[in-house]
């Protein structure tokens, strides 16, 4: 199962992938990180950026989980401007070791092939950074996306586009498509850390962790991987049944076992 780490804040669980990601690219320079955009990993990135310090990162690559299918890349919400201003840029990371899917129009038939074969060249994903939508979305696998998808467009949810709209001057701009790592990439990467804070995301961690496994609830593909991490605050864990079994097993996790 996976393990669920419950969080005084967003600072305390950023602090906490941050140490494993450094322990990562300790053991592996050219790690494999996959990144994850909105307003979640936030903490994760803040806090490296104050570990990094003396480590080298300049052979750390990396593959962001999804892009609009539209948005000129050098638009200040496509994610490629995201992922070059919150991560790359603070972090110091060879922009050339660093991936975003392609989302312009003209080679979007072959893109989400030519992402695939991207991160396969690179041997995988060590540690894939997740978010999780209200409505159980994993990088932007809508609910009833197949757990064998790969890296292909899909069709944003009026949920998701309405959540997003605060990134946008108007709701109408926000994009119709996308194009994402599918369920089956996802669940390649080795290590796979899903992060989620707020009450408006405690229905989706319920639903993925405890609930059934369904493509209704595509973040539910975690409960198939056999090695997991979730950091969580009180509220969004506030619907989980055995919150109190993982206080526990985290409080008498010994320390040589990392995450
Ligand atoms: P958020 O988005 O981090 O901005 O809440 C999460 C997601 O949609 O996966």
């Not at 009450?199 to 369904?214: F, H, I, N, R, S």
């Not at 056999?226 to 097993?249: C, G, I, N």
């Amino acid at each position: 199962m996976a393990e669920v780490v419950i969080v005084a804040s967003k600072q305390e669980g950023g602090a906490i992938v941050a140490d494993e990601i450094v322990r990562l690219i300790r053991m592996r320079e050219d790690a494999v990180l996959g990144l994850a955009t909105g307003s979640t990993p936030l903490p994760v990135y803040e806090a490296l950026r104050e570990r990094i310090g003396e480590l080298d990162v300049s052979r750390v690559r990396g593959f962001a989980l999804d892009e609009y299918v539209g948005l000129d890349p050098s638009h200040p919400e496509s994610y490629h401007s995201v992922i070059a201003r919150e991560v790359v840029e603070p972090l110091g990371l060879e922009p050339a070791r660093i991936h975003v899917p392609d989302g312009r129009e003209a080679g979007i038939a072959t893109a989400g092939e030519e992402y695939e074969r991207a991160i396969r060249d690179a041997g995988g994903v060590d540690l894939q950074i997740l978010g999780i939508g209200t409505d159980g979305h994993i990088g932007f696998n809508e609910p009833g996306s197949s757990f064998a998808s790969r890296t292909r467009v899909k069709t944003l949810t009026a949920q998701t586009r309405e959540d997003n709209a605060r990134f946008f001057a108007d709701a109408s701009e926000v994009p119709r498509h996308c194009i994402t790592q599918g369920l089956g990439t996802i669940l390649e990467a080795r290590h796979l850390v899903l992060l989620a804070f707020g009450q408006e995301k405690a229905d989706a961690v319920a639903g993925a962790l405890e609930g059934p496994v369904t493509a209704m609830v595509p973040g539910s593909a975690v409960q198939l991987h056999p090695h997991v991490t979730v950091v969580v605050d009180e509220a969004a864990a506030s619907r989980l049944r055995l919150a109190d079994y993982y206080r526990a097993s985290w409080e008498g996790k010994p320390d040589w076992q990392g995450l």
